[in-house]
């Protein structure tokens, strides 16, 4: 058995970029991809195996759920996604009847795995995945608000003309359209974005945050109207969490977790930061938030909590 071990269920486009970016990384020791499309499947394996003789060896192999036996983690991107201007709250009776039928079939196999999630919308399912596995809320995470808030600060870091690494600002909430930046704690180079801002002077914040917000908010609405799915950003937001589990980092990342008592919301997934390790979440932050903040994150939650119900769970 060749650890460490990834399994991913969905070999659709989200599924095949991250799986190549696992490759790339060096990673995981061993990858095994799973899908009803075995036939694509089996294309897409045989195709990122033909990469092996260019990477660190890795084991790639399609495979059935008896295969994920001994995965440190299952990644599950498998359902429908989002039809242009569908929003992702849309997908989730449909993607949890999916998930009704997957995860005891996970469970049966890996149940020690830390569940990674990705299919929209992913608070939901995020829960979903939590109620029907009936693991502990530490192990099963979403990727969350980890790619919006890294498209936040890249924005923001085109905008200020300072380097991505020194800017510092979380979107927390839903991942998706109630989704907020907090500005409030957002920095650049360790000074406090609204302390920077007065002292640089040169654009109007009034307007230029709202606007760069709403780019991010939008900007997986505008690739989908182009290109039909959003993939790329989101493989390597996974790699990026896989990194901090596998390599046991405790990384601060906004994965959507198991949210109870933060604000007054309670018994909810969605976005807030969160310690990241081997172990799943090791905790979550109490982030200093201000009224309006406090806010958008109550109303984001009732907002998945309102999707959780739809959904009957
Ligand atoms: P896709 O249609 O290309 O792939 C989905 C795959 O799931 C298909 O290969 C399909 O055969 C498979 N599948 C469906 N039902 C299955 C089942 N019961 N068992 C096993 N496999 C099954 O879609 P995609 O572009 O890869 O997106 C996948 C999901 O990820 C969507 O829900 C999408 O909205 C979501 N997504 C999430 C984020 C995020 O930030 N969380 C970003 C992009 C996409």
């Known amino acids: 058995m060749l650890k460490p071990k990834v399994s991913i269920i969905g070999s659709g486009s989200v599924g095949i ?16 991809v799973l899908d009803i499309d075995k036939k694509r499947t089996e294309g897409e394996v045989m195709d990122l195996a033909s990469c092996m003789p260019f990477v660190s060896p890795v084991d790639i192999a399609i495979g059935d759920y008896p295969d994920l036996k001994h995965s440190d983690i299952v990644v599950i991107t498998a359902g429908a996604k989002q039809k242009p201007g ?24 890996a149940s020690d795995a ?68 907090v500005w409030s704690s957002a920095m650049i180079g360790g000074i406090l974005f609204k302390d ?6 040169k654009c109007n914040i009034k307007t230029s ?7 991010v908010r939008n900007f997986a609405y505008e690739i989908i109207k182009r290109k039909g799915e959003t993939s790329y950003g989101i493989g ?16 601060v990342l906004p994965v959507s977790s198991f949210v109870d008592n933060y604000y007054g919301v309670d018994d909810v997934y969605m976005s807030v930061p969160a310690i990241v390790n081997k172990k799943g979440v090791r905790e979550l932050l109490k982030l200093k938030l201000e009224p309006e903040e406090i806010d958008n994150l109550k109303k984001s939650a009732k907002l998945i909590k309102e999707a959780i119900r739809s959904t009957g769970l």
Not at 17 to 25: I, K
Not at 86 to 109: C, F, G, T
Not at 130 to 135: D, L
């Open 17 to 32: 970029r991250y799986a190549y970016s696992l490759m790339m990384a060096h990673l995981a020791r061993s990858i095994v």
């Open 86 to 109: 569908q929003s992702r709250l849309e997908l989730a009776k449909q993607n949890v009847e999916i998930y009704k039928d997957i995860i005891p079939k996970v469970m049966a196999h």
């Open 114 to 181: 830390i569940f990674l999630i990705v299919t929209n919308p992913v608070d939901v399912l995020s829960y979903a995945a939590y109620k029907i596995s009936q693991k502990p809320w530490q192990e099963v995470m979403g990727s969350g608000t980890v790619l919006d808030s890294a498209r936040l600060k890249l924005l923001l870091s085109k905008h200020c003309n300072i380097d991505a690494r020194n800017v510092h600002a979380y979107v927390l909430g839903e991942h998706g359209d109630s989704e907020f930046p």
């Open 196 to 201: 920077y801002c007065p002292m640089c002077n």
């Open 209 to 215: 945050l709202p606007d760069m917000f709403s780019e």
């Open 236 to 251: 390597l937001a996974l790699n990026r969490i896989t990194s901090a589990i596998l390599k046991d980092e405790n990384s």
